[in-house]
Each structure stands twice: as C-alpha cells, then as structure tokens.
C-alpha cells in the first residue's frame, strides 16, 4: 500500500465522481454512465498498475484483490462497483498518508538543534568582528573557527584558545564534561558549557563524527528490512481463499458477474482501512502523552519486539553525576571537607561544582562565602574562603597547583574506581569527594513492567567506561551489560541480536546512540536534550526524558492494535459471509459493494476505539 503517493484529496475525487453520476443518473441523463465509466478508468489504471508491479516484485499485499475487482469491473463495465472499490482504497493509503505526515511533522521540529552555522575567523586585522558567519558546508580544515556557550561543535577540531567545560554526554556516552582547553580535540557534535573556545578544524563537516554517525545511521535505514503489515500478513491467506471461491463459482455457473460480486464483496476493506484507522488512533494517542511514533510500520512493530537494550547515561540515568561519598583526611572531617568544597564552588558552572553544593545544602551545611575565586574550565575551582586556601578539582588541577598533595591523594585513590574531586586546604591533602551518575528514580519500577510486558531479556550497553557501567548495571539488575562501545560498535552489537532472530527494543537518547536506534527493529530516543539525528533515526520519540513513557507507548500500541485485530477479525468474518452469498447469486455487484461499505462503516467505527481507549489500558 506504500508503492505511490496517495494524496488526500484523491479519494475525494473519487467520492465527486461517483456522486456527479449519481446525479445525472437520477436525472435519466446517461451521462451518468459515462462520468462513472471514465471516473473508473481514470482512478482504477493507476491503482491496478502499482499493485500489479508490487506483485511482479515479489510483494502479495492486502490491495491484490482490490486490483483484481477493479480490472474485472473494468472489462465487466460495472463502473459503479469499481469506484467504490477505489474509493475504499484510496481512502485507506490516505489515511495511513495522513498518520505518518502527522509523525514526520513533530520530529521535524527536533532536527532544527543540528549546527547549521559555523563562525570562521575572516580577517585578524578586525579587531572589533574577526569571525564571520557560514554555512558549515563551508567551514575547511585548518580554518580557525569561535564556538560559543551553548553552541554544537560543528567540525572535528583542536582547541586553540579559551577554556571551557565541554558536554560530550551526547557523543561519547561519558556523562563528566570534558576539560576544553588548548591542546585538546574535541568531535563534532559535543556542546561547548561556558566559554567561547577557538578551534583548529581537523576535518570537515562532511568527515566529522557527527557526520560520520548519520551515515552510519544512513546506512542502516537502508538495509533495515520494511515491516511487514498486519494487513500484508493476513492477505497471505485471505486473498487465495477468495481466488478459490472465484474459481469455484466459475466453474458452477459460469457467470462473470458473480465472480466481480465475489470480489467486490471481498475486497480487503477491513485490512485496508481497520489498521490505518486503528494506527492513526494510536499515533493521535500516544501524541497526547509526548510520545511520538513516526509511521504505521513503527506501531505495529512495538507489539513485536521481545528483547530490549537500554543505553546508560542519560537514558537510565540523570546523565548528571551527584555526590556519593565525601571522605575527610585527617585531621578534616568529611562535613568540614564538604561545607568548604561547596563554598568555592558556588558560582563555578561544571556539573560536578553544581553537585558538590546540592549536596551540601541538602545535609544542611552552611557555606562561607568565598572571595578571589577563579575557574579553571572543565577541571575545577580554586580561591579563599575565609583565611583558608581551597582548591577542588581534578588530579590535572592539583598536580599544578598543589603539588605536594598528589601523592597522598593516589596513595588513598589506589583500588578505587569511579569519577572523584580532589580537595586541598592551605597546600595540603584535606578530602575527596566522589560521584556516581544515579539512576532514575522509576528506572527500577520501568524494568521490572517491561518484563511484565514480556521483556524477559534486558540488555545495557553504553560508551561510558565499563567500572561506570558495571555499577550502574548491579543496582538496576541488568545480566548482561557492555561498556567502551563506540557508535559502530552499538549498532554491530544489534545487528548481532536480529541476526540471531531476535526482535530488538533499543532505547537510547544521546547521538551515538543514533546508529543503533536506527538498527533496530524499533528504535525509542529520548529527546528532551538529544533531537536532531537521534531523533530522526528512532521510530519513536519520547518528547521527554520520562522512561514510564515507554511502557506507555508500549501499552498504547498493543491496544490499538487489538483493536485493529478486532475489526479485521469482524470485517473479514462477514466479507467472508457475503462471499458465499455472491457465489450462489444473492448479490450483485453493486449491492455487494454497498454491502462492503456498510462493512466498512462498522470497521471504522470499531477501530476508533484505538484514540479513545485510556493510556494505561492493560497490555
């Protein structure tokens, strides 16, 4: 049914023809004829020839036996049969149009995030505007280009001046900032924090890593085998059975007539109109709880997939680390270390620094105010607070401010792992502070429905380090867990599971989760902070960061889809009926196609149960 454009108002042409003749025929005019016969050739040709390609292609769809009434109306001129066989058709490729345009649009409205716009610096000479705007196209390598605070990356490249903390969250999976400053290469794709940063472009837009991440989603989309329709399934054995009950009615009467009266009674207008009707309930539904399911294809699908992959930051996690443990050297207390570490960090912009003072506030600590404070971006805060010296950041910070602390602080490091903040008091080893990325607080109750949903086998896969993955993996479950993956790596690892037969869940919601949300037989993204080729690579899209949504999309499709079941059980079991009428002569063609309309009104009013039904429906 996807083999040609399908305009909305085709079928309203349709529907104009028929009721123009109707016109002329009441008025005794045998114009009417003519308006009916021209309106089938010109409808039915096009719809005959398309399904008839599809067949030569290899593909038995649920409109093969609406060609086959149209061609025999065709040639048996009965014009009124058949354009009413083509205005169910018609109708149905327009709605099914209508529900993916609808999906399409709202994911459109998430790519506009991608960089578009690169700052080159044009001529040293200006001092007051040296960077010029173009389009990223444009930018080439050694081109010195600015990024500014809160912009996207938009070529590989090596920092030249500035320092900025750097969110590669979305690129790499690593949910800690990375330290942008001279020196340091930083792939496209990751958002500079604070800033502005001056880069050296190492490469071009088009052979960059976000580029190179959308060919890789490119490239699985094109290989990613189409759905196969509920419709398209039943017309496997539904369209034999009516050729059979055709040939058996020409062999006992030998009449024509009854054979176009089989067909046009047995036109699949239950599968051609009860799942888009059912499937445009459910999109309509689940739009309605911020969920966004791109096609007709990706809902059905969501009643298929058994086995589920979840990326870690971001995804299962807050994607922002919090303070774990706080432990003081002696003779400082790990309260004493605490209260000063949040002190200096107050108005410092790294995630860790905002960490570091939520903590403290919540156990009631009381901070001093600081005074000569100074940044170093991406790897910590160092200035007074009150006679005390304080410095609190990585080991790269100490060992050049605090030297003389390093070795205690690996000497009490050794065995640990995990992300830590080093903090020093007057010159010497006063505590560390460490984090850990916790989970969402629903992820637990999230795993625990999708195994009531038949999720049996749930995997975590992420490109954070594997000791990060491990942790997080122990405290929500998880058997079976990989980390270091790289985008390539994700998407092969799916690849690997639908090559051993599996139908595969992935939810992800950072950029190089892209390519493996493209791989798989549904990809879910979260996009509250992702969009752009994240979102345009899953076939569903989560408009928040809400992980209960995806029980809810869950629940939502299975719904529909029962739905759709149910009125395709009812709409074939009485085509069925009428055919055995037809057969022995009760209806002729043109009341069999009335017939199949009234048919059709019941279907259509089942399946819109599909947008009324409540969201939390049982599965």
């Known amino acids: 049914m996807k083999t040609g454009p ?30 009916w016969t021209v309106g089938l050739y010109l409808f039915g040709i096009p719809l005959v020839v398309r399904t008839t390609i599809g067949v030569v292609r290899g593909r038995l769809a649920a409109d093969l036996v609406a060609a086959l009434a149209l061609a025999t109306a065709m040639i048996l001129q009965e014009p009124v049969a058949g354009l009413v066989v083509a205005l169910m058709q018609t109708g149905g490729e327009a709605l099914e149009r209508l529900a993916e345009r609808k999906a399409s649009r709202a994911v459109e409205e998430l790519e506009a995030r991608a960089p ?13 505007s040296p960077y010029g705007d173009i389009p990223v196209h444009e930018v080439l390598v050694d081109d010195t280009l600015m990024v500014r605070p809160g912009e996207m990356v938009p070529c590989d490249g090596v920092v030249l001046e500035g320092e900025a903390a750097v969110d590669i969250a979305q690129v790499t999976g690593e949910p800690v900032p990375l330290a942008g400053r001279p020196g340091v290469r930083l792939p496209s794709g990751c958002v500079v924090l604070n800033g502005p940063l001056v880069i050296r472009v190492e490469a071009i837009a088009a052979e960059s890593l976000y580029e190179r991440i959308v060919d890789l989603v490119r490239t699985a989309q094109a290989h990613k085998a189409p759905l196969q329709r509920t419709a398209d399934q039943v017309a496997v054995w539904f369209t034999p059975i009516t050729l059979a009950v055709c040939l058996m009615a020409w062999i006992g009467a030998g009449d024509p007539i009854r054979v176009l009266a089989i067909l046009v009674v047995a036109t699949p207008c239950p599968m051609i109109l009860a799942t888009p ?29 058994t086995v589920a992959v979840f990326d870690k930051t971001g995804t299962l996690t807050l994607g922002e680390p919090e303070v774990a443990e706080v432990e003081g050297i002696d003779p400082h207390s790990g309260e004493e270390v ?16 905002r960490s570091v003072v939520r903590a403290a506030r919540s156990r009631g600590l009381v901070r001093v105010p600081a005074h000569g404070v100074l940044e170093a971006p991406g790897r910590g805060v160092y200035g007074s607070v009150g006679s005390q010296r304080v410095t609190v950041g990585s080991a790269s910070l100490l060992r050049e401010l605090e030297p003389t602390t390093i070795t205690a602080f690996e000497t009490i490091r050794n065995g640990r792992t995990g992300l830590q903040a080093y903090v020093a008091i007057d010159g010497k080893a006063a505590g560390i502070v460490s984090f850990a990325d916790r989970p969402r607080q629903n992820a637990v109750e999230v ?25 997080i993996a122990l405290q929500l479950g998880f058997t079976e867990i990989e980390g270091d993956l790289g985008p390539e790596e994700k998407a092969a690892y799916i690849r690997d599971l639908r090559a051993e037969g599996n139908r595969v869940l992935v939810i992800g919601d950072g950029i190089n989760d892209a390519p493996a949300l493209a791989s798989a037989n549904v990809g879910v993204a979260l996009a509250e902070h992702g969009g752009g080729i994240t979102a345009q690579s899953a076939d569903v899209v989560i408009l928040e960061n809400d992980l209960t949504r995806i029980t809810t999309a869950l629940r939502i499709s ?32 043109t009341v069999g196609a009335l017939l199949q309309e009234a048919i059709d009104l019941a279907v259509i009013l089942n399946a819109l149960r599909a947008a009324v039904g409540p969201i939390g429906e049982p599965a």
């Open 116 to 128: 578009r716009i690169a700052h080159r610096k044009t001529d040293i000479t200006d001092v007051s």
């Open 447 to 471: 795993l625990e429905r999708m195994r009531a949903l038949g999720f049996e086998r749930q995997i975590l896969l992420s490109g954070d380090h594997a000791a990060s993955v491990r942790d």
């Open 558 to 589: 299975r719904y529909a889809m029962r739905v759709a079941r149910q009125s395709l059980a009812w709409g074939l079991g009485l085509s069925i009926v009428a055919m055995g009428f037809a057969a022995f002569g009760y209806i002729a063609p």
């Open 6 to 35: 399908a305009l909305p108002a085709l079928p309203a042409a349709v529907l104009l023809v028929l009721l123009s003749g109707l016109g002329l025929h009441l008025a005794g005019m045998p114009a009417g004829r003519v308006v």
């Open 277 to 305: 009707v059912a499937i445009i309930g459910g999109i309509n539904r689940a739009a309605s709880a911020g969920i966004i399911v791109r096609n007709g294809g990706a809902m059905e699908e969501l009643t298929r997939v």
């Open 338 to 353: 605490l209260t000063l570490a949040a002190s200096i960090e107050e108005g410092a912009s790294h995630p860790l620094a």
